[in-house]
């Protein structure tokens, strides 16, 4: 079964200051999709990951992904207030059509 | 195009109590999941429907929990009885077959409590 896991799973910072999230799954899928979740809030769709070495960029928030490694990082760049929400890796299947979630990782960021 | 539609957005009830829940996808979604996200987790998948067969009810506690998606489209997600772990956020998506690209859409959630 896949099992997927973020970390950190909290993360304060400062504004202006560069973080990495990292995501790691534990069997084969073949595409990756970062969320943002507001409080009380659904999921936003940020990024869709389709290949290995995919690399897409939105704002502050840059996505990567290596298949090979498992291995999925969410870079923000100088962060600001409007980043603070939580972010959500998941996985998921072309074949089943299943998308399965991270813990997520709560992002606070100071002003 | 229209989103995801949910209903109802809050709902509490008693334990031992039962509770539906209605999803209407967006059109032409053929797979629908219904998830379960309790407060300070990920979603958990509880069923994936592809049009009004089910593809995936491993992690649905079959016991209290059932879901149909009669003619392919609307779908409701029911709990009886109720206990006071079912205290969550239920969610559910569509999407194309297959999840296509950004095709994966969320509602916006029936968030339930269990006194």
């Known amino acids: 079964e896949l099992k997927v896991e973020q970390n950190p799973l909290f993360l304060s910072m400062q504004e202006g200051k560069n973080y990495t999230i990292y995501c790691n799954y534990s069997t084969t899928s073949d595409r990756l999709y970062w969320y943002r979740q507001d409080p009380g809030k659904s999921l936003e769709s940020l990024f869709v990951l389709l290949s290995n070495g995919a690399v897409k960029q939105e704002g502050r928030l840059m996505a990567s992904l290596d298949t090979k490694a498992r291995l999925s990082t969410l870079h923000i760049t100088a962060a600001v207030h409007d980043l603070s929400a939580t972010y959500f890796c998941?996985?998921?299947?072309?074949?089943?059509?299943?998308?399965?979630f991270g813990q997520g990782t709560t992002l606070q960021v100071k002003p | 195009e229209a989103g995801v539609a949910q209903s109802p957005r809050y709902k509490i009830i008693e334990k031992r109590q039962s509770v539906a829940f209605w999803c209407n996808p967006i059109?032409?979604?053929?797979?629908l999941y219904w998830y379960q996200q309790i407060l300070g987790q990920g979603p958990k998948l509880l069923i994936q429907f592809q049009n009004n067969g089910v593809v995936d009810d491993s992690q649905l506690p079959k016991d209290r929990f059932s879901a149909e998606r009669l003619k392919g489209v609307d779908s409701t997600l029911k709990i009886q009885p109720a206990k006071l772990e079912d205290s969550a956020v239920y969610l559910c998506?569509?999407?194309?077959?297959?999840?296509?690209?950004?095709?994966?859409?969320f509602g916006s959630g029936t968030r339930l409590t269990v006194v």
């Open positions: 059109s032409g979604h053929a797979t």
């Open positions: 998506a569509s999407s194309l077959e297959g999840g296509v690209g950004h095709g994966y859409t």
């Open positions: 998941a996985p998921g299947s072309s074949n089943t059509g299943k998308l399965i």
